[in-house]
């Protein structure tokens, strides 16, 4: 992995690729490069590091090509260079990029090697290219040669290669990573996000899991995983090109938590106008399939699998249905008993992560009544492959570090929540107040981010420290787990979170003055405990930021630094106080200098194990 764009046309390819692989960047990545096909031959060029300096590189060799491929790389199998950068190539003849992860690769070098091709880098990926290679050799035309090289295949990819003795073609091929075509005038494209084809195209073909596909400037031929032709949809982009720039921002994890007050009101229009019209959110089959939940379990990786642990407390507190949430990762290498009347839920921002997208199509036990899915891309594979299916309606989220996906997740699941336990008998009253809460939460997250200033002045505190523990209680601990997550991930700094009342179980031996305590303090029947392990981290000498609503009643003091929240109703908490975590941790990595938006080592969209 991690990002792939393709082009064919009439003209000069270099800047539609490059362009396509800038709008990549936000999926992280250590190498990028391109491979241009013209009246010449292919050629190949690659750099370490960013888009950029890619870019100066074609400009300078003055790189052109009427097709071509391009790729940016997050390195799984060997190191981040040169050398192991995408596009790869056999002889110079031949050029390929592969986002994915080829498991019987060694094996399959072995064979390359022992009938004397000869690798020059480290990568998986390699194999590939060389495999192709070996069989055009035997007379077939690059198409079939695909068709038979994926047969030798176990594992995830998506590859676009191209061929100098067919270069009016680019033949693109999807199996476990997302590949997508894109539709031009005279040209064509492909790419592992239609976000890096904006600029060209807003019409999109999404391939489907094994198809095969050969683009030529005038056409596109599909073909499915059993080699038959295969018709897919057409879809129009409804976005704007504009809705993946940062604007007047400084980093796009800046403007994206800014525009949660109207990603939740996107996300709430037309769904809330009364009890009854909560359940055609999630589809024309939910009544049918609610009405047989008897539990639920969620499945979801990452910051969708804090949302997951929130939802759980909300599932059995107010709808009265048994709930269970588990990573991916481990979820799908388990044997696990799955009781009769389960839905089961999965969380994704891009729909396509691994570990989920797995998990959901490893669904075969007849107790499962449902699969519902809770996403924000509505053309991605986990959306086709479920039954039902809730959409968040936050817009692109270009960050590596989630935020307006997670407010809106956790909007969508309490809007879940309340649908089942309607279903359930839950009363019409109660779930009227708690839509009325909904009805404030926009503006609840206004307030809330209109605190800017006052965090980004708290954050200095946290610039030269090294570990920060997170705390919260109940429905908060999940909230104080993603606000860990976020620090760690953006800014570098050790981090982690803890339930309040486990302190004692050990946490405490860490904490003296050198290590920030954060804490989030709703005003709940909780707050009392909180507060009580508030005070045994100040008798051990520890520094406590505490974010409180007004109401709580928490005191500035000695070593105690107060930010207070407006008032919340309970039930929504949650999802504001996660507003504040994100603001501090933006604050805290753009003072420290790191790269906000692409951190290191970490990848938006996580297609491979």
Not at 184 to 197: M, P, R
Not at 502 to 523: I, Q, R, T, Y
């Amino acid at each position: 992995m991690c990002g792939i764009v393709g082009a064919i046309a009439q003209r000069n390819v270099t800047n539609i690729l490059i362009t396509g692989l800038k709008r990549l960047e936000y999926r992280g990545y250590d190498s990028a490069g391109v491979a241009l096909l013209n009246d010449s031959g292919i050629t190949r060029v690659r750099r370490q590091g960013k888009v950029a300096g890619l870019e100066s590189a074609t400009v300078d060799e003055q790189t052109t090509g009427f097709t071509g491929i391009a790729h940016t790389r997050w390195a799984t199998h060997g190191k981040p260079s040169e050398d192991n950068a995408h596009p790869h190539m056999s002889g110079s003849d031949l050029a390929l990029v592969h986002n994915g992860i080829i498991e019987n690769f060694q094996e399959l070098k072995d064979e390359l090697e022992a009938a004397g091709y000869d690798f020059q880098s480290q990568t998986d990926t390699e194999v590939i290219v060389h495999l192709l290679h070996q069989i055009l050799a035997t007379g077939v035309d690059l198409f079939t040669a695909v068709q038979q090289v994926v047969k030798k295949l176990d594992g995830a990819y998506a590859l676009g290669v191209i061929h100098k003795d067919e270069p009016h073609k680019l033949v693109a091929v999807r199996s476990g990573s997302p590949l997508v075509i894109g539709l031009g005038i005279d040209e064509n494209y492909i790419a592992s996000d239609q976000l890096a084809l904006l600029p060209v195209t807003n019409r999109f073909i999404f391939l489907e899991e094994g198809d095969q596909a050969e683009i030529s400037t005038d056409s596109i031929r599909i073909v499915d995983a059993q080699g038959n032709p295969a018709n897919r949809d057409t879809h129009e982009f409804d976005g704007t090109h504009e809705d993946a720039e940062k604007g007047e921002y400084r980093h796009y994890m800046q403007k994206e938590i800014f525009e949660q007050p109207a990603a939740i009101q996107k996300t709430l229009e037309g769904r809330i106008d009364s009890p009854a019209s909560l359940i055609d959110a999630f589809g024309e089959k939910a009544p049918a399939i609610f009405d047989r939940v008897k539990t639920v379990q969620i499945v979801a990786c990452g910051t969708s699998y804090h949302a997951g642990m929130v939802a759980r407390y909300w599932l059995e507190d107010i709808a009265g249905i048994p709930c269970q949430v588990e990573v991916a990762s481990e979820f799908r290498y388990r044997n696990h008993v799955v009781p009769e009347g389960t839905l089961f839920v999965t969380i994704s921002q891009s729909g396509e992560t691994a570990d989920t997208l797995a998990a959901l199509r490893d669904t075969q036990s007849p107790n499962y009544v449902g699969r519902l899915a809770i996403c924000n891309v509505d053309s991605s594979s986990l959306v086709r492959e479920s039954e039902l299916v809730f959409l968040t309606k936050a817009g692109p989220e270009i960050g590596v570090a989630s935020t307006k996906a997670f407010t809106t997740q956790l909007t969508g699941l309490l809007m879940l929540v309340l649908a089942l336990g309607r279903q359930k008998g839950l009363d019409d009253a109660r779930i009227e107040g708690i839509l009325d809460e909904l009805r404030q939460l926009p503006n609840l997250i206004e307030q809330t981010v209109a605190l800017d200033k006052p965090i980004e002045k708290l954050s200095e505190a946290f610039v030269e420290k090294h570990h920060t523990l997170f705390l919260g209680r109940g429905v908060q601990f999940p909230v104080a787990l993603e606000g860990a997550l976020k620090l760690k991930e953006i800014s570098y700094i050790h981090a982690e979170a803890y339930p309040a009342g486990e302190l004692k179980h050990g946490p405490l031996a860490l904490v003296d003055s050198d290590m920030p305590v954060v804490s989030v303090a709703p005003n709940d029947e909780l707050l009392e405990k909180l507060k009580s392990n508030l005070q045994e981290v100040r008798a051990r000498g520890g520094e406590l930021y505490v974010f409180a609503d007004k109401n709580a009643h928490v005191k500035e003091g000695e070593g105690i630094h107060v930010l207070n929240m407006p008032a919340v109703p309970e039930t929504i908490a949650p999802i504001v106080y996660t507003v504040p975590l994100q603001l501090l941790s933006y604050h805290v990595a753009v003072l420290r200098g790191t790269d906000v938006d692409q951190p290191r080592n970490l990848a938006k969209s996580v297609t491979v194990e």
